[in-house]
């Protein structure tokens, strides 16, 4: 499968935790993203990373990409119960031209 | 600021009827668009994607179809709908010329073929 997979496929931490998710593909990309979904919602864009960068930031979130492993993780720093939802990763394979969609990780952020 | 708009939000259809959920973008010009499925607690399954009018590629066989009437309208469609069928449908846009970057996503259709 062309797909990312997520580990862990659920996590349960307490407000003010770091939740760190991982995702691992299996072809060469251009870039992986990651997004998140509210249950029963469409999806949100949260962060791009190319292939030719390592590590970026947004607010709270930081994401790295260890192209060598195929691999990537979101790390969400101080969470907040409004955090709770589902995260999937997706890639960008190279030649194609569409995204390739993980089968996410749950959440769940108790107050 | 661009928006985009699905619907309906829910649609429970019985078996072996038709199918049309509409999909339009507004406030940008002749976007990428996507119809996407998911199954109950799984990934997103890339059905059709549309770089223009009337240009249409399938990724995946099946008993759906989907077209583009305009530039800013995507429609998915079903003849006879399966039991198959039921699921969470997504339409997403990218702007021109990013297929492969942002998708901004509709709030879904949950569909029910019962």
């Known amino acids: 499968s062309q797909q990312g997979e997520e580990d862990p496929q659920a996590l349960s931490i307490q407000e003010g935790e770091n939740a760190t998710m991982n995702c691992s593909y299996k072809?060469?990309?251009?870039?992986l993203q990651w997004y998140r979904q509210n249950s029963g919602r469409g999806l949100v864009h949260l962060i791009l990373i190319r292939s030719n960068e390592r590590e970026k930031h947004s607010g709270r979130l930081r994401v790295t990409l260890d192209t060598s492993k195929k691999s990537s993780s979101l790390l969400i720093t101080a969470s907040r119960a409004a955090d709770t939802a589902s995260y999937f990763c997706a890639t960008a394979k190279t030649g194609a031209n569409n995204l390739f969609f993980g089968t996410g990780t749950r959440l769940t952020v108790i107050p | 600021s661009q928006t985009i708009h699905q619907w309906p939000a829910t649609l429970v259809q019985p078996v072996g009827s038709p199918l049309s959920l509409e999909c339009t973008v507004e406030?940008?010009?002749?976007?990428?668009l996507y119809w996407y499925r998911q199954a109950a607690g799984r990934g997103l399954q890339l059905l059709f994607y549309s770089v223009g009018i009337g240009q249409i590629s399938s990724e995946v066989p099946q008993n759906l179809s989907a077209s583009r009437p305009q530039d800013r309208q995507f429609i998915l469609s079903s003849k006879k709908l399966l039991l198959s069928d039921s699921g969470f449908y997504l339409c997403?846009?990218?702007?021109?010329?990013?297929?492969?970057?942002?998708?901004?996503f509709g709030s879904g259709t949950q569909l029910s073929v019962l």
């Open positions: 072809t060469s990309i251009n870039n």
């Open positions: 997403a846009w990218s702007p021109q010329g990013f297929v492969k970057e942002k998708l901004f």
């Open positions: 406030g940008t010009s002749n976007p990428n």
